[in-house]
């Protein structure tokens, strides 16, 4: 029956996953599949179809991201019941949300880096010869036990480099059995989400704050209140007065997303004390901490967590390459016993390949000196298109002040209608973002948010820049 529907076509040019992705699409769309429909294991998929795991993780990590699929642990993953109130009746036709669809690049499905494209490193720049010998390595070396069921919280070896990196480079005390490796951020959510919340409960956001952790958040049923991001980060105070009794708190302390501010200390000093006296939990996303590119990275608020209230979250998307799929989360010690067991019942680290490979990449140095060298990088890139911004447009945009990171905040001094500006530059394949859709309440401000990694010279920047420019005419009116 599936199969009927669903088999990929490997002459196509699209990716396996892609194509998948997309059948499942039409499939909802057509009624074949109805809300509350369950789908296929990933394992049964992948063995009905003939293909790997991973290409069906992919795609159903794809369509459980943007809302059409609900993972719900043993119980197996389902066509979204709020999918009922999209479907017009006649047609048979999911409505896309608009939102996110004005996010995705007609373009996005080459494969290739895109001008301004976000969360995506620098990819000439990765050590492609040292991860291959590694690859080669692990290949050749593969255990039976890494052959075997792996651990659902990761691969040990794995868990104990990332938490001796992580008292090295972060601060944090944790021992490796604190550590669990996650299927990408997301998945660290996921985790949280099962292990100590329930749907329907009630927590901060920051505002304007990172879109795809909000969107998960929501899929997995929370109650978001947005609270709002100044020069010193994410207002306490105003958390308390809009919702004191929340059950948590989603931030990025070190380097906010999208707005580049530190969370100060006087600010995380009163974070962590609201959650002491409520027993709320507080997530950290050390979104781009990695990459400061003057001094030592900021200090993790775990590092002041003395109470256990703070659930650390990383990801080596951006250190690394998205492709990999894997993030970690540091529990307190005492729920290390919860998240083991609520493991079990999700899809696990993934595999145990890439984990041992990162591993190996960690523990030889590899790690250190790639972070080293995109440090320096991405100071460089950053500049590149600071000035094509200001060649190009002088003091008709301010650009937003920051010492890290891997996207710019482009701030438009005239009133613009930023999603439109936005859309429009996705229709000519650049993926830049508009502020006001990282937004939960409608903001005075409006501004582009644009990646620069992937610049490699000052005269790239400013030919894309000046493209975006010509399909960008309202911003000269």
């Not at 999209?86 to 409505?95: E, F």
């Not at 795809?212 to 899929?219: D, P, T």
């Not at 190009?392 to 009133?415: E, F, N, S």
Request: charged residues 25%; positive net charge.
């Amino acid at each position: 029956m599936v199969a009927q529907y669903l088999t990929p076509s490997r002459g196509k040019g699209d990716s396996v996953y892609l194509q998948l992705y997309r059948r499942y699409r039409e499939a909802i769309a057509s009624g074949k599949l109805k809300p509350g429909d369950r789908v296929p294991s990933v394992r049964s998929l992948a063995s009905e179809l003939n293909l790997a795991r991973g290409t069906v993780e992919s795609a159903y990590g794809m369509l459980t991201s943007e809302g059409y699929f609900v993972a719900r642990g043993a119980a197996g993953t389902i066509v979204s019941p709020r999918l009922r109130n999209l479907r017009d009746p006649g047609k048979a036709k999911v409505v896309a949300n608009p939102e996110r669809e004005s996010l995705r690049s007609p373009h996005a499905s080459l494969g290739v880096a895109l001008p301004f494209q976000l969360g995506l490193p620098a990819l000439d720049a990765f050590p492609r010869k040292v991860w291959a010998r590694l690859a080669g390595r692990n290949v050749r070396t593969l255990e039976t036990a890494a052959m075997t069921a792996p651990d659902p919280a990761g691969y040990m070896p794995l868990r104990d480099a990332i938490a001796t990196y992580l008292g090295i480079s972060r601060g944090i005390t944790c021992s490796p059995q604190q550590v669990f490796v996650t299927t990408g951020y997301r998945g660290a959510l996921e985790l949280v989400c099962r292990t100590l919340l329930r749907a329907g409960d009630q927590g901060w956001f920051e505002d304007p704050g990172y879109i795809n952790a909000r969107w998960c958040l929501e899929c997995a049923g929370m109650r978001l209140t947005p609270v709002p991001v100044d020069e010193e980060g994410l207002d306490v105070g105003a958390g308390e007065r809009r919702a004191p009794l929340a059950r948590f708190a989603v931030v990025t302390p070190t380097h906010q997303s999208p707005t580049s501010v530190a969370l100060s200390l006087p600010r995380r000093l009163e974070l962590l004390d609201w959650a002491r006296r409520n027993r709320a939990w507080i997530i950290e996303d050390d979104y781009d901490s990695e990459f400061r590119y003057h001094g030592r990275p900021l200090p993790a608020l775990k590092c002041l967590d003395r109470d256990e209230r703070v659930l650390y979250s990383g990801t080596f998307s951006k250190v690394l390459f998205p492709g990999l799929r894997l993030a970690y989360l540091v529990v307190p010690a005492s729920q290390v016993g919860k998240f083991q067991d609520m493991a079990y019942n999700l899809s696990g680290s993934g595999s145990i390949l890439r984990q041992a490979m990162v591993a190996d990449f960690i523990e030889q140095g590899h790690f250190a000196r790639h972070l080293r060298k995109m440090r320096t990088l991405y100071g460089k890139r950053h500049g590149y298109l600071v000035d094509a911004l200001v060649q190009t447009y002088g003091d008709r945009v301010q650009v937003q002040p920051q010492v890290g990171g891997m996207h710019v905040l482009a701030r438009l001094k005239h009133p613009q209608d930023d999603k439109a500006l936005a859309a429009a530059a996705h229709a000519q394949g650049f993926p830049v973002h508009a502020l006001s859709n990282w937004r939960m309440r409608k903001g005075k401000d409006s501004g582009l948010l644009m990646g620069f990694a992937n610049f490699a010279t000052p005269e790239e920047a400013l030919a894309s820049v000046r493209r975006l420019k010509a399909a960008l005419q309202d911003l000269d009116d």
